[in-house]
């Protein structure tokens, strides 16, 4: 299978109008290539192209996939990293919710197409926050969660293709984040040798796509094509203002002054797109690799709703997660582990509804816990009650909660979904319901857990208060290991 390519342009700059120049040519370079590119566009940018009158910009980019950077440029009114971890889970993601949901459909009306995937913007993601996206219609994560997965995978019956450790820039120049001096303000005499930055780019592409062949990101920010930095000193401050003080985000925009950004030269900036145009139409040319979009790998990796699996099948899955306590592939798909306990719960509580086994069952894809999970230091044995228990507390809990309880306690036994997923596997291939079951302790995840891509769940942000250490939000992300299933691909 050829690696799969995405053209990716954080659009984000809504201060500079030379930004939304670039945004434009950039559309037409790469739509004149037959190249569709993946424009993640920020509230804030897409309310200003439209106050600012910029049809041209939104009709070029109709031509590309447009994809959420969130609603606002800094992570206003909080960032998502701190209320992800200062919030109980429900209320964080209410205010996910609140902050983002108003932005994701402001940019689907001013764009005319519903976002694909999100992006966290400046590293700054919490579990919330991605499921709030994810119940709000968005269904590709391209995030920066821990190390990337061999190939873009699943989480939370997202599709997650990493740009973290996969990202190619596309972007030409130097340039500091901001102006180092105000009285003297930096900057670079140098113009864009398009040979040069053709062969460097080439260069970036090739030692990427030999230390792994899944897949590339090529990403770029078009503000830098037109400007010779990021942006200024008055863009930056009042947000590390906000983040440190002790009473949290004050009202916006308090004391916000934006300051034009030093742009770079003509010749300088021709130079940029001409590179551009050579680099779009070598990587057209290129038979080794596929040019994609994240909509299009989604809907090859995407299966139907409603699945059923029959009464074999169910009994199959339970065989295989006593093997190994981890997904499990069954049929034409494939079950996290927190799809598989939903599915043997929900087979108990048929039982218990209609005295007889079912002959087949929906799978409904769940979440893993968000809590510290209880992990019993011995064996665990149950009773017939408490395991049948244990099914009905985890059945009504995912109904309730729209994810896995973290503990239960089932008729005097106390202990976190591994051990009920184990039971109940064991009780359903005992053929008839056991008096007792025993388990060991499972340590509360599933073999997936040790990748890399949960291991590293890290998550950080310069907006953060001092010494804040997000160690709630690494637990919620090793967490959603329970989650994880790989795609079944459809070509």
Not at 369 to 376: I, K, R
Request: proline share 7%; charged share 25%; aromatic share 10%.
């Amino acid at each position: 299978m050829k690696p799969s390519v995405f053209i990716g342009f954080d659009t984000e700059d809504a201060i500079n109008p030379e930004a939304d120049d670039a945004a434009l040519r950039l559309a037409r370079i790469f739509g004149k290539a037959g190249i569709k590119a993946g424009f993640f566009m920020v509230g804030e940018k897409a309310r200003v192209l439209r106050e600012r009158g910029r049809k041209d910009v939104l009709d070029a980019l109709r031509e590309h996939e447009i994809d959420y950077h969130g609603n606002y440029w800094f992570e206003f009114p909080e960032p998502a990293i701190v209320y992800g971890e200062r919030l109980p889970w429900d209320e964080a993601v209410s205010r996910a919710f609140m902050v983002e949901n108003p932005g994701l459909n402001e940019v689907a009306e001013i764009c005319g197409q519903f976002p694909v995937a999100t992006c966290q913007h400046q590293n700054n993601h919490s579990l919330p926050t991605t499921w709030a996206m994810r119940k709000s219609g968005v269904r590709v994560w391209n995030g920066g969660l821990g190390s990337p997965l061999p190939e873009p995978g699943w989480v939370m019956d997202m599709l997650v293709v990493s740009r973290a450790s996969r990202a190619v820039s596309t972007q030409t120049g130097g340039g500091d984040a901001f102006q180092l001096d105000p009285l003297r303000p930096k900057i670079s005499a140098s113009v864009c040798e398009p040979k040069g930055e053709i062969y460097a780019f080439q260069a970036r592409f090739e030692k990427m796509l030999g230390t792994n062949p899944g897949h590339i990101v090529c990403l770029g920010h078009p503000t830098r094509w037109e400007l010779a930095e990021w942006w200024g000193w008055y863009d930056w401050t009042p947000q590390f203002r906000r983040a440190n003080s002790a009473g949290g985000p004050g009202p916006y925009p308090t004391g916000r002054r934006f300051e034009r950004t030093v742009r770079r030269s003509r010749k300088d900036v021709e130079n940029a797109y001409k590179y551009t145009e050579m680099t779009a139409a070598w990587l057209a040319r290129r038979k080794d690799i596929r040019m994609t979009t994240l909509e299009d790998f989604y809907k090859e990796r995407a299966e139907a709703k409603g699945q059923w699996l029959s009464r074999a099948q169910i009994h199959e899955v339970a065989r295989k997660i006593r093997v190994k306590f981890d997904f499990v592939s069954v049929g034409n798909t494939t079950l996290s582990a927190a799809d598989a306990l939903f599915l043997l719960a929900l087979y108990f509580e048929y039982v218990l509804h209609t005295n007889r086994r079912p002959d087949a069952l929906q799978i409904r894809r769940t979440i893993g816990p968000v809590e510290p999970v209880l992990q019993p230091a011995k064996a665990v044995e149950f009773k017939r009650q408490s395991y049948l228990l244990a099914s009905r507390c985890v059945y009504e809990y995912v109904l309730d909660h729209d994810r896995l309880p973290h503990e239960i306690r089932a008729h005097g036994v106390d202990c976190g979904p591994g051990e009920v997923v184990m039971a109940l596997a064991k009780a359903l291939e005992k053929g008839q319901l056991p008096e007792k079951i025993a388990v060991e302790p499972t340590g509360g995840l599933p073999e997936c857990a040790k990748m890399d891509f949960f291991k590293n769940a890290t998550a950080s942000t310069c907006y953060a208060p001092p010494a804040f250490k997000p160690e709630r939000i690494h637990m919620m992300g090793l967490q959603q290991s329970w989650s994880y299933r790989p795609a079944v691909v459809s070509r």
